[in-house]
Nanobody
């Protein structure tokens, strides 16, 4: 079992930055692929970024590539999402997830554990 709690969301102007954190509990955290997803009103939850257990392999959605960076600290059981050059279309609830899928084709059903989400709002 893995429990996930996100933090770091908020309101930021376009072009600004935010760093999201996801604190995990559970003894097997380091064995899971960790991912970030987001969901805007009226839209399906979508993949944002995924990291392998040692951050050696990472995948990003095309819409965030070059602007967002996923990282994890297994000793602290925490995964991060650094978001730079934010755009209004990045506005969404961001969710942290743990699972066994690793690849750009991973989607919501591939992840077993989810956080409650944190709101990110980017104003124009």
């Amino acid at each position: 079992q893995v429990q996930l709690v996100e933090s770091g969301g908020g309101l930021v102007q376009a072009g600004g930055s935010l760093r999201l954190s996801c604190a995990a509990s559970g003894r097997t955290f380091s064995t899971y692929t960790m991912g970030w997803f987001r969901q805007s009103p009226g839209k399906e939850r979508e993949f944002v970024a995924i990291s392998s257990w040692n951050t050696g392999t990472r995948y990003y959605a095309d819409s965030v590539k070059g602007r967002f960076t996923i990282a994890r600290d297994n000793a602290k059981k925490t995964v991060y999402l650094q978001m730079n050059s934010l755009k209004p279309e990045d506005t969404a609830v961001y969710y942290c997830a743990a699972g066994g899928c690793l690849g750009s084709g991973c989607s919501v059903p591939d992840f077993d554990y989810w956080g409650q989400g944190t709101q990110v709002t980017v104003s124009s």
